[in-house]
């Protein structure tokens, strides 16, 4: 059963590009969230998209912006990259439930993509 | 002001030490609450969920208060492959039920022989 896998492990861009990520959620899960981890921070939440709509989102700039297909597999795009856009940008994929028990919403995170900026 | 905040540590205690993390929270809408663990260069995994009752599971034994707002991670008997950054999470849940997870900074723990 293969876990959340993302695509590219590592890239280095520089100042103005461009960069698009690309992630394949776990087996049965139908909901994909997209966090950015700075060196020495936690996760930091960018947006979670769920039967292709975007459903929520972070306090990210709108350079930022994704895509969810109807296989569940999602993209991160980012525009006009920024020094301050390195990190380590994680996948996350879930199954959405109706009920609220305590075990909703468990992630299971991708290795992710480490985005080096210049 | 952080919605999660962790003591980023590092935490350096020898093996066989009992280690306690705290946590607390902001958002009053929280629904639901996590200890993960991140190893260096490694994606989170979950550790554990945390239950208001307090819940065990082997060494680990975690605690909610939610009148305090406050999580706590308790590891008795300390092994060298407990060494690990600690993240302390909450669940808000949104509108469709899919909820976001917000995550605190981390604690970074480091258990020597």
């Known amino acids: 059963d293969a876990g959340v896998t993302q695509s590219p492990t590592h890239l280095i861009k520089t100042r103005g590009q461009q960069v698009t990520l690309r992630c394949s959620p776990k087996s049965g899960h139908d909901t994909v969230s997209w966090y950015q981890q700075a060196l020495g921070q936690g996760p930091q939440f960018i947006f979670q998209?769920?039967?292709?709509?975007?459903?929520q989102r972070g306090n990210f700039p709108d350079r930022f912006s994704g895509h969810q297909f109807p296989n569940y597999s999602s993209e991160l795009n980012v525009n006009a990259l920024l020094l301050g856009d390195s990190a380590l940008y994680l996948c996350?994929?879930?199954?959405?439930?109706?009920?609220?028990?305590?075990?909703?919403?468990?992630?299971?995170f991708g290795a992710g993509s480490r985005l080096t900026v210049l | 002001r952080k919605e999660v905040e962790q003591d980023p540590g590092p935490f350096n205690v020898p093996e066989g030490a009992t280690v306690a993390f705290n946590c607390t929270y902001s958002?009053?809408?929280?629904?639901?609450f996590f200890w993960y663990r991140q190893d260096c260069r490694k994606e989170p995994k979950l550790l554990m969920s945390v239950y208001s009752s307090g819940n065990e599971d082997g060494r680990f034994t975690a605690q909610l208060n939610r009148a305090s707002q406050y999580i706590s991670l308790l590891i008795r008997d300390s092994k060298l492959s407990d060494s690990a950054t600690y993240l302390c999470v909450v669940n808000i849940h949104g509108s469709s039920n899919t909820g976001k997870l917000i995550f605190g900074q981390g604690t970074t723990l480091q258990v020597k022989p």
């Open positions: 998209y769920y039967e292709e709509e975007e459903r």
């Open positions: 996350a994929s879930s199954l959405v439930r109706r009920t609220l028990d305590s075990g909703a919403n468990v992630l299971t």
């Open positions: 958002n009053s809408a929280s629904q639901s």
